[in-house]
């Protein structure tokens, strides 16, 4: 069945380090998405990409900075400068970027702090 | 900047009645509006998409409206089951230089009591 993967589904983070969530995508899609959800909160958008080697800055995109080499990987890196990285991260593609196609999520990796 | 408001946290009810949740937008003209479900732990699953010019759109139990007037979707689930026990968020697309990038509302959490 095609999806969205992502792993770790728990990931801990240390002070001072940097930490990577895979997010894979077997739909054939164009674009993907990162969100950022705390508890109670809908969805910020960290950063987007509409195709491959090209992504944007979303509305909350200081301390975070992904990639696409691959139009299956959209990698997501917490840095150190995110103070305050405990959330649910949730990765998303679509058919195309800006039509009327909805969103396919995976079902997110908790970040913590140690 | 644009907003998106959900009716009260949470909505409480009893089995086989119809659950109505609300979707407000202020200083935005949407091209589109999405409704998801998300169950604790997963990521969000879409349901519906709406368009500004359609008034109303049906999937089985489910039933959207999009009022570009008072700039509101309601989103209605008749015969209500536990099972249709979430959060259901909202979620507008933007157009021009907002294309592709969704905003989500907070979510209102649903719970249908048998």
């Known amino acids: 069945d095609g999806g969205i993967t992502q792993s770790p589904k728990y990931l801990f983070r240390k002070e001072g380090q940097n930490v990577t969530l895979s997010c894979e995508q077997n739909?054939?899609?164009?674009?993907m998405y990162w969100y950022r959800q705390d508890p109670g909160q809908g969805l910020r958008l960290i950063y987007y990409?509409?195709?491959?080697?090209?992504?944007q800055k979303g509305d909350i995109a200081e301390g975070y900075s992904v990639s696409r080499e691959k139009k299956e990987s959209f990698p997501l890196t917490v840095t150190s400068a995110q103070k305050n990285p405990t959330a649910f991260y949730l990765c998303?593609?679509?058919?195309?970027?800006?039509?009327?196609?909805?969103?396919?999520f995976g079902d997110g990796t908790r970040l913590s702090i140690l | 900047s644009q907003k998106i408001e959900q009716n009260s946290e949470a909505l409480n009810i009893q089995e086989g009645k119809t659950a109505t949740l609300t979707c407000n937008y202020t200083?935005?003209?949407?091209?589109?509006l999405q409704w998801y479900r998300q169950d604790p732990g997963r990521g969000p699953v879409f349901l519906l998409l709406?368009?500004?010019?359609?008034k109303e759109k049906r999937k089985e139990r489910l039933k959207v409206t999009f009022d570009t007037t008072l700039k509101q979707s309601l989103f209605h689930i008749t015969a209500s089951q536990p099972a249709d026990s979430a959060t259901y968020l909202c979620?507008?697309?933007?157009?021009?230089?907002?294309?592709?990038?969704?905003?989500f509302g907070d979510g209102t959490t649903l719970t249908v009591k048998p």
């Open positions: 998303a593609s679509s058919i195309e970027l800006g039509y009327n196609q909805p969103q396919h």
């Open positions: 739909l054939n899609h164009d674009a």
């Open positions: 990409s509409q195709i491959v080697n090209d992504f």
């Open positions: 200083n935005y003209s949407p091209a589109y």
């Open positions: 709406i368009r500004e010019n359609e």
């Open positions: 979620a507008l697309d933007g157009i021009g230089t907002n294309a592709g990038k969704s905003t």
